[in-house]
């Protein structure tokens, strides 16, 4: 407020200043009814402090929430597209450059990157049942035992849209604004618009935190690996940065593999063979095989004899496969996925991941899970043809977004008065991919980012009860990528008794901490 010497003019300078006052706030809301998306054209951050023991070992370290701003490309370069945010943990007292960083983000496509801040490489993770429903609030955040930052610095990236991220439309014309969100959506939410971004960030993040002579790692879950073949051919093909390792969780780079598929897709049957021993690993879990076998791993090594040899020769063979053969097939998949004879007889020996799901423990009227088939959860129609939802993620998703929108407020001190989404708001997402429709299939990116870059490492984790991305699917992309075969003593794998979210098996987050760390170890160049 002005102050003014005179007495006599106290009165008039009072209501001047509330005139003043009033038309400051009008021109105020007016300029954000013009421009909503004005404040995200800012980068921010938040900078804090904190410490983490992993496994006996304590870590100090500096942990940055924040954003990071990027544009358009050619003619648009100047132009805002997207707000991206992301956590980023620097160890203390380390150089940069004798220091590794690994990019770490979900799927989806359009999926925030709470999963694994939370429950896998975070310095904090959030505690839930093993395989079962956890309970509601309030849910318990401990420190993280197996948090990677022994290994690595880290930075969770929100996909565009999802979380804190978002798309920016910032003219000033409401109509124009319109248009400039439906091309952002059009732009980024693809595959090549998805890759293109998270590499721009990437890129910004090295010049801005002078990372550019540091091991460089990424890790992608689920559409994250699609994600990552996308992403390691842009960054070393179109911006010259070559990684030092691509580390995939739940891979899917081929989507006409997935088991999800068949029946919008006839005549696919290689996501049945593909698919059998996660059926097989599934039904041993819930002991609902005629005869239990003693131990998991030699009995899936059978079943992906029999699937790659006699169950694949018996689908190939179609409508000419003798009804005797077609009897003995239905037995032996009896034998191996515990589903009733005449069942797998009236399915055509054809079992997708949901009718399994749905028919597995059906007489307790029971669905089977999807992302992680260990848990279990009451039909929600028992006539049903295929399951209507995945007790799984009904199980841990509330505690991972409660704990996650505490976390980050009270501790990362960030988005206080902002929405976390979980998803970004996606209606269609864009499949093609250079300039090909039909089935997303990136198979052929991460060929030529290993071909370009023949020391790239990569290391390919799964679980033996995913059957949204089962893991003998991923082997087979792997052992049939476009590759020489001297390239393929590159790639490395490891199996684990979970599912998709690998890490919410504390035993097998503890192993793949373990694996991923030794494999940042053995290939970061420091010496």
Partial sequence: MRRLALATALASALISTAAFAHDDKQDDAKAKAAAPDAALVKPQSSETEGSVTVEGKRIDYKAVAGTLVLHGKGDKENEPTVSVFYTAYFKKGVA?????????????PGSATVWLHMGAFGPKRVVTN???????????????????????????????GAGFSRLIADDKDPAKRADQMKERKKDIYSVDGDGHAFAQFITQFLSKYGRWNSPKYLFGESYGTTRSAVLANDLENEDSVDLNGVILLSQILNFDNSIDGPERNPGMDLPYVLALPTFAATAYYHHKLPQQPAALEPFLAEVERFAGGDYANALFAGATLDAARKQAIAQKLHEYTGLPVDYLLKADLRVTGGMFEHELQTDGDITTGRLDSRFSGPSLDPLSKSAEYDPQSSAISSAYVAVFNDYVRQQLKFGQNQTYRLFADIDDWGMKHDGH?????????????????????????????????????????????????????????AWYPSGHMVYAHTASLKTLHDNVAKFIQATDNVK
């Fill in 96 to 108: 940069p450059g004798k220091r590794p960083v690994t990019f770490i983000y979900n799927g989806g």
């Fill in 130 to 160: 093993d395989d079962t429903h956890t309970p509601a609030a309030p849910y318990g955040l401990v420190n993280n035992d197996y948090s990677l930052l022994d290994a690595s610095d880290l930075v969770f990236i929100d996909a565009p």
């Fill in 437 to 493: 429709d039909g089935a997303m299939n990136v198979m052929g990116d991460l060929a030529m980012a290993t071909k370009t870059n023949p020391n790239l490492k990569v290391f390919l984790n799964g679980g033996y009860y995913d059957l949204a991305t089962p893991f003998y699917a991923a082997k087979y992309e792997m052992d049939h990528l476009p590759i020489p075969d001297s390239l393929q003593k590159n790639i490395s794998y």
